[in-house]
């Protein structure tokens, strides 16, 4: 079972202490014998980079006695100085070899944490429903994964290496220094490192409000970018390009207001640990300088105190730093966790169970429903497809025909009543099991940025070539795709914009047809082509709905003729059912759009023959 996320909660510490504990099994994967093994490895070889560091400035200070007055005999005055700096030397080396080392061992766990959190994410976000899809902006949602796995890169890299280490080293230093001049010295240092942690939280949680607002303009801004650039031709079509300019500018203008105040407020966090970094050596150097003067320190004392507090204070610039990355970190995976905490409109009931093997008949048993309380959708629905035939739903737009195939691929439960397949009510069933029983050809087919080939064989991952190939002839595109310069393997483009839309739906039907299910639902899936492409697609239709369970919504009433049941769905109720035929000799709701709509169509077939050039 997968450990889940906790969500952010209230801003403040304790939250940030709740997000760090999140990482923590990241730092130590169930299961990877591999990866804890490296972890302690990096621990190792960290513990012996900081020990290494921490006796660098003992090998020295004695090479410094060794050279002045009062050192070694004039005979040893060349070998001990020599000696000690390649020591020396070699501490360093060694305690910059052990920190790479450290770094590469535990660059692949950090590397995995970082799959394993984005890809946590990605999966939650396709187990929440099309209500929170339809609400939510994509480049933001987008912008906060992208931020948020590279936060948990950032903290896990940092907090392990640099932050905890760092602590350590300062520590063992106060302790030597301690140790070897007294308690004075010991109390100076740390005294400025808590006025130092104490400016540096302090101001840096000022700050944090111009992070939080640049990271809101930045999402902003990258919506609307995407947003127009999706929407790329409509732009074009109303000349709009300046106004989309100026809706970007605006965001990317307080972006750059809350940027200015960041950088002018961290000018001030680095001129007062300037300040209280210098006030700090000072001071101990002042101490030391009247210990080498008394006598009671040697140069190489005097010069091992310096080392020391440089060596402390030199990374508490980059402590710092790290503090204000991590606070950053932490801010950019709030949004992250927020998604992760999203509880989808739409889940498995406890004790859900797949779909058991059966016809494929569906039954809508009085199901109301509606987006808002408000506003009903369905008004007491009821009808059924038995197995193996074909059921059409008509009316005029915004009755509620697309409401029912979204109902019966649960992206939204009913309100009242029940919706059932083979007598299994569809809310007691996985939601996997049952989108895997129905394939659908959608109004609006929106096709990946890819090849034809990945977008017909998406209804079926593992299909072969030679099954693709089959389901485009059915539908009627192979020949299209093989007058393409380069086949199958031609590309789309975004969201399919390269292929007209009768094209894109028939790429629809290729694939839903290599789904292979024993369900379908055609919403609308004819609209977007002309009347000569509508007839090879009906036949295409007739051909693989034999022996299934058909679900048709259209409102080109052409399309339906051949249904075994017509349903008119008006304002949302069932006003009239019957064939085709019955629905025209009862002369109502259904036999007066069939009427409307053949005049259109013979005023657009008049019309077209009026265009047609004469013959002299």
Same mark, same amino acid.
């Given at each position: 079972?997968r450990?889940?996320?906790?969500?952010?909660?209230?801003k403040?510490?304790?939250?940030?202490?709740?997000?760090?504990k999140?990482?923590?099994? &990241?730092l130590?994967?169930?299961?990877?014998?591999g990866?804890?093994?490296?972890?302690?490895?990096?621990?190792?070889?960290?513990?012996a980079a900081?020990g290494? #560091?921490v006796?660098?400035?003992?090998f020295?200070k004695?090479a410094?006695?060794?050279?002045?007055?009062?050192g070694?005999?004039?005979?040893?005055?060349?070998?001990?100085?020599?000696?000690l700096?390649?020591?020396y $030397?070699?501490?360093r080396?060694?305690?910059?070899?052990?920190?790479?080392l450290?770094?590469?061992?535990?660059?692949?766990?950090?590397? *995995?944490a970082?799959?394993l959190?984005g890809l946590r994410t990605?999966?939650?976000?396709?187990?929440?429903?099309?209500?929170f899809?339809? =609400?939510?902006?994509?480049?933001?949602?987008?912008?906060?994964v992208?931020?948020g796995?590279?936060?948990?890169e950032f903290?896990?890299? +940092?907090m392990?290496?640099n932050v905890?280490?760092?602590?350590l080293?300062?520590a063992?230093?106060?302790?030597i220094?301690w &140790?070897l001049?007294g308690?004075?010295?010991a109390?100076l240092?740390?005294?400025?490192?808590?006025?130092?942690i104490?400016w540096?939280l302090g101001?840096?949680?000022?700050?944090?409000k111009?992070?939080?607002?640049? #990271?809101?303009?930045d999402? @902003?801004?990258s919506?609307?970018a995407?947003?127009?650039?999706l929407?790329? =031709?409509?732009v074009?079509? +109303?000349?709009?390009e300046e106004?989309?300019? $100026? *809706?970007?500018d605006k965001a990317?203008?307080s972006y750059? *207001?809350a940027a200015?105040q960041?950088?002018?407020?961290?000018?001030v966090?680095n001129?007062g640990?300037?300040?209280?970094?210098s006030?700090?050596v000072?001071?101990?150097?002042i101490?030391?300088?009247?210990?080498?003067a008394?006598g009671s320190?040697?140069?190489g004392? +005097?010069?091992?105190?310096?080392?020391?507090?440089?060596?402390?204070?030199?990374?508490?610039? +980059?402590?710092?730093?790290?503090y204000?990355?991590?606070k950053r970190s932490?801010?950019d995976m709030?949004?992250?966790?927020e998604?992760l905490?999203e509880?989808?409109d739409i889940a498995? %009931?406890?004790?859900a169970?797949p779909l058991?093997?059966?016809?494929g008949s569906?039954?809508?048993?009085r199901?109301?429903f509606a987006?808002?309380?408000?506003?009903p959708?369905?008004?007491d /629905? !009821?009808?059924?497809?038995p197995?193996g035939?074909?059921?059409?739903? /008509?009316?005029?737009?915004?009755?509620?025909k697309?409401?029912?195939?979204?109902?019966? &691929?649960?992206?939204y439960d009913?309100?009242?009543?029940?919706?059932s397949i083979?007598?299994?009510?569809?809310?007691?069933?996985?939601?996997?099991?049952?989108r895997a029983?129905?394939?659908?050809v959608p109004?609006d087919t929106?096709?990946?940025?890819d090849?034809?080939?990945?977008?017909i064989? &998406?209804?079926?991952?593992?299909?072969?070539?030679? =099954?693709v190939?089959?389901?485009? %002839?059915?539908?009627?595109?192979?020949?299209?795709?093989m007058?393409l310069? !380069?086949?199958?393997q031609s590309?789309v483009g975004?969201?399919?914009?390269k292929?007209?839309?009768?094209?894109?739906q028939? /790429?629809?039907?290729?694939?839903?047809?290599? %789904?292979d299910?024993k369900i379908?639902?055609f919403?609308?899936a004819?609209?977007?082509l002309?009347?000569r492409? @509508?007839?090879?697609?009906?036949?295409s239709?007739r051909? /693989?709905? %034999?022996?299934?369970?058909?679900l048709t919504?259209?409102?080109?009433l052409?399309?339906v003729?051949?249904?075994?049941?017509i349903l008119?769905l008006?304002a $949302?109720?069932?006003v @009239?059912?019957?064939?085709?035929?019955d629905?025209l000799t009862?002369?109502?709701?259904?036999?007066?759009?069939w009427?409307?709509?053949q005049?259109?169509?013979?005023?657009? =077939?008049?019309l077209?023959t009026?265009?047609?050039p004469?013959?002299?």
């Amino acid at each position: 079972m997968r450990s889940q996320l906790p969500g952010p909660g209230p801003k403040g510490p304790t939250n940030e202490w709740k997000t760090i504990k999140t990482l923590l099994p &990241y730092l130590w994967p169930e299961g990877e014998k591999g990866l804890r093994i490296r972890v302690v490895a990096a621990l190792v070889l960290l513990a012996a980079a900081k020990g290494t #560091n921490v006796a660098v400035p003992i090998f020295y200070k004695q090479a410094v006695d060794s050279l002045t007055a009062g050192g070694p005999a004039a005979s040893t005055v060349i070998a001990v100085p020599i000696a000690l700096l390649v020591f020396y $030397g070699l501490a360093r080396i060694m305690a910059q070899a052990f920190g790479e080392l450290r770094d590469a061992v535990f660059t692949r766990v950090a590397q *995995r944490a970082i799959r394993l959190a984005g890809l946590r994410t990605f999966r939650h976000l396709h187990r929440l429903s099309l209500r929170f899809h339809l =609400e939510r902006k994509t480049g933001g949602v987008s912008r906060a994964v992208e931020r948020g796995t590279k936060g948990i890169e950032f903290l896990l890299r +940092f907090m392990l290496f640099n932050v905890l280490p760092t602590v350590l080293e300062v520590a063992m230093v106060c302790g030597i220094l301690w &140790y070897l001049y007294g308690v004075g010295y010991a109390v100076l240092t740390f005294a400025t490192l808590v006025i130092y942690i104490v400016w540096t939280l302090g101001i840096t949680e000022w700050r944090l409000k111009f992070r939080r607002t640049m #990271n809101e303009m930045d999402n @902003e801004a990258s919506t609307k970018a995407i947003d127009s650039l999706l929407n790329f =031709e409509t732009v074009k079509y +109303f000349g709009n390009e300046e106004h989309e300019a $100026g *809706r970007f500018d605006k965001a990317l203008q307080s972006y750059e *207001r809350a940027a200015v105040q960041s950088g002018t407020s961290l000018a001030v966090l680095n001129i007062g640990q300037g300040v209280v970094i210098s006030t700090g050596v000072v001071a101990a150097m002042i101490l030391a300088g009247q210990g080498v003067a008394d006598g009671s320190m040697t140069i190489g004392d +005097f010069v091992l105190v310096n080392s020391y507090l440089i060596q402390v204070f030199m990374p508490l610039n +980059f402590l710092g730093f790290v503090y204000r990355e991590i606070k950053r970190s932490l801010t950019d995976m709030e949004a992250m966790f927020e998604l992760l905490e999203e509880s989808p409109d739409i889940a498995d %009931k406890p004790g859900a169970q797949p779909l058991k093997s059966g016809p494929g008949s569906i039954r809508f048993d009085r199901v109301s429903f509606a987006y808002d309380t408000r506003r009903p959708i369905l008004k007491d /629905v !009821d009808f059924e497809v038995p197995a193996g035939h074909s059921v059409a739903i /008509v009316g005029p737009s915004g009755s509620g025909k697309s409401t029912l195939s979204r109902i019966l &691929y649960r992206f939204y439960d009913v309100s009242a009543g029940t919706v059932s397949i083979d007598g299994q009510d569809i809310t007691m069933l996985t939601q996997d099991s049952l989108r895997a029983a129905i394939g659908i050809v959608p109004q609006d087919t929106v096709l990946f940025n890819d090849t034809v080939y990945y977008n017909i064989a &998406y209804g079926n991952p593992k299909a072969s070539p030679a =099954e693709v190939e089959a389901a485009a %002839k059915l539908a009627r595109i192979h020949d299209f795709v093989m007058s393409l310069p !380069d086949g199958y393997q031609s590309k789309v483009g975004e969201r399919g914009l390269k292929l007209s839309g009768g094209e894109k739906q028939r /790429v629809a039907i290729a694939r839903t047809i290599l %789904k292979d299910p024993k369900i379908l639902v055609f919403d609308e899936a004819t609209s977007a082509l002309d009347s000569r492409t @509508e007839q090879d697609i009906l036949t295409s239709f007739r051909d /693989v709905s %034999k022996n299934r369970t058909t679900l048709t919504i259209a409102h080109r009433l052409s399309t339906v003729i051949d249904a075994d049941e017509i349903l008119v769905l008006l304002a $949302g109720e069932v006003v @009239e059912r019957g064939t085709h035929t019955d629905l025209l000799t009862r002369n109502g709701i259904y036999a007066d759009m069939w009427a409307r709509q053949q005049e259109a169509k013979l005023a657009a =077939e008049k019309l077209s023959t009026l265009e047609e050039p004469q013959i002299r």
